[in-house]
């Protein structure tokens, strides 16, 4: 087994740095700042004793051949760095979370952040919070940048698992590269604080240890904890990441049939739990329950419907479309998968490689047991993704990556590969790829205000109102003691105690409403939005450009208006107000 890549250690020590700061923060109350630095600290004090008396190193595994990777990363860097931060959900809640972990988002806040999400885990968020506390929040989003980075050593690293016949071994770094550039929705979201992408190489090294577990053997209570520690991590990330890694961890125990004990399962118990029970103790003291609002049949919580919170947007239209819904929705339908209507073509591409594999390798005594296995729990993964997370890509972009995996392995071991035609061809994928992404960057963007960073905050003598995707601006501009309330709330809980709680909240009430708008006649869509839904504007107090806030572009401005309740509160929105930004309406974009 290859040592730990430095990016993979570092990486590790970012997100146990972010643990331990909101363990001090939420525990014993102490302020981020002073908890930041004890975290630092500690995990420094940890690396040196590893390093100096247990002798445990690290490795850059650096090759000449990684330069073309590094090549491609610097142009897709340049073209996106100067960009504006314009993305969708880090409008919406990626934001509000990072700066609110903890906060009373009842009492206080009220719900901020759409779709109920102000209670999802947020130590993804908190990672990004570190960098962008230090400096600053136009840079905060390096650590983006740097998890491609880490991907790319751990696809080196799985590579190298799988390639047990040590044939064309020349060739990983090329097949890597090319694997990680092939992913346009992960190149997609390098510039922005979504933190889909901190699952990959979390997941990726779950899998490359279970690869080197031998069959029938007794797992050791080290490699256990490391295991299941990065399993609650990744959970800690994002809940849905911890299906996936269960998924893994279950399919390899009877898949190799390892040997357990008792004292193995309460260790990987404790160490799923110890990463994700700060938040989940927080969203069971506010709403009841730990993973708030998901799975609500279970946990009950009055805050919610009696329900399971399904995104109804991303769902299987019927149950045999599972065997073939990589290929449906990557190439067929892409809006099943993915809002954006950007679907990878490498998710068709390599199921249908794995399966072609499975299929030659059945009954052949000199398969590569390592990649058989893959694909095995390549399957696995994708039931999981499909039943358990409606088969929504950005939830689960590990999976092709595994998929292309068990490709490159399968053609490094050919034994007339032209290596020169397979690097020139890598290479031209690598670079061809993410090229539609730079358009998305360029196009009416400016960098003028790339270093500004100022610390501008809007006084108000009131409360923010939030509706659809205005948390990103009103969390980056109120000043401290401000509360946000979310004003659609009820759009998305049916709860009784809920509906009853929003209508004493905001009825008659007058809110200060910042409108984050990303075109020009936004605003007046805005305006119409809101008195579909029985709010009225009672005045426009004042217009910002880039100029005064330093997170627009130079075409885009901010409205801030005070508005006021005056309709009768409805038991669920209109089909008109409900309806106002579908999907697929081309009014929207």
């Known amino acids: 087994m290859q040592k730990t890549n430095v990016s993979f250690a570092a990486f590790i020590a970012i997100a146990l740095t972010a643990l331990i700061t909101d363990y001090l923060v939420f525990f014993f109350k102490i302020p981020y700042g002073f908890s930041l630095a004890t975290a630092f600290l500690t995990i420094a004090i940890v690396a040196f004793i590893k390093r100096k008396f247990l002798k445990e190193h690290i490795s850059f595994n650096f090759q000449k051949a990684d330069i073309l990777f590094f090549l491609v990363f610097l142009i897709i860097f340049c073209f996106e760095i100067g960009a504006p931060l314009t993305a969708y959900d880090e409008a919406n809640y990626h934001i509000y979370l990072q700066e609110n972990a903890f906060t009373d988002k009842i009492n206080f806040d009220y719900f901020a952040g759409k779709n109920l999400n102000a209670f999802l885990f947020p130590l993804g968020d908190r990672m990004f919070y570190i960098i962008r506390f230090l400096i600053g929040y136009r840079l905060g989003v390096l650590l983006s940048y740097f998890t491609i980075i880490c991907v790319y050593y751990q696809v080196k690293k799985l590579l190298s698992c799988l390639n047990t016949k040590n044939k064309n071994k020349k060739l990983i770094p090329f097949f890597s590269a090319a694997i990680v550039f092939t992913q346009v929705i992960l190149i997609l979201m390098t510039h922005s604080y979504y933190i889909d992408s901190f699952s990959i190489p979390l997941i990726l090294e779950i899998v490359i240890q279970c690869i080197a577990l031998k069959n029938g053997q007794k797992i050791s209570k080290k490699k256990t904890l490391y295991i299941s520690l990065l399993a609650g991590i990744a959970g800690a990330i994002k809940v849905t990441n911890l299906l996936l890694a269960l998924a893994i961890i279950i399919a390899t125990k009877f898949i190799k049939k390892i040997k357990v004990n008792f004292a193995t399962i309460a260790i990987s118990f404790a160490a799923i739990i110890v990463p994700i029970a700060p938040y989940a103790i927080d969203n069971f003291i506010q709403t009841g329950s730990p993973l708030y609002p998901y799975y609500n049949k279970i946990f009950q919580s009055p805050y919610f419907a009696d329900e399971n919170f399904q995104d109804e947007r991303f769902n299987i239209p019927k149950i045999l479309s599972f065997f073939v819904w990589p290929i449906y929705t990557s190439v067929f339908n892409p809006k099943y998968g993915d809002n954006s209507g950007i679907i990878d073509a490498t998710w068709a591409i390599g199921y249908i490689a794995i399966l072609v594999i499975l299929r030659i390798n059945i009954g052949r005594k000199d398969k590569n ?116 309330y979310n004003l659609d709330v009820y759009q998305n809980s049916t709860s009784e105690l809920t509906k009853n709680l929003t209508r004493e909240k905001i009825e008659g009430k007058e809110f200060y409403m910042l409108t984050d708008n990303m075109l020009r006649w936004y605003y007046s869509k805005k305006v119409k939005y809101l008195e579909m839904n029985g709010w009225q504007i009672e005045e426009l107090i004042h217009s910002y450009d880039s100029k005064e806030m330093p997170y627009l572009t130079k075409y885009d401005y901010a409205y801030l208006i005070k508005v006021k309740y005056v309709g009768t509160f409805p038991d669920e929105p209109t089909y008109e107000a409900k309806n106002f930004f579908p999907l697929n309406n081309p009014d929207y974009y």
């Open 369 to 484: 047991k390592n990649a058989h296995f893959l694909i095995y729990i390549s399957l696995i993964c994708t039931i999981v993704w499909v039943f358990g997370l409606a088969g929504y890509m950005r939830y689960a972009m590990v999976i092709p990556i595994m998929y292309l995996a068990v490709l490159a392995c399968t053609l490094m071991e050919i034994k007339k590969l032209p290596q020169k035609i397979t690097c020139i061809t890598l290479a031209l994928i690598a670079i061809i790829t993410p090229l539609p992404t730079v358009e998305r960057y360029l196009y009416g963007r400016s960098a003028e205000n790339f270093f500004k960073d100022k610390n501008f905050k809007i006084h108000i003598d009131g409360v923010w109102g939030v509706i659809d995707d205005d948390s990103f601006l009103t969390s980056m501009v109120r000043e401290e003691g401000t509360p946000i």
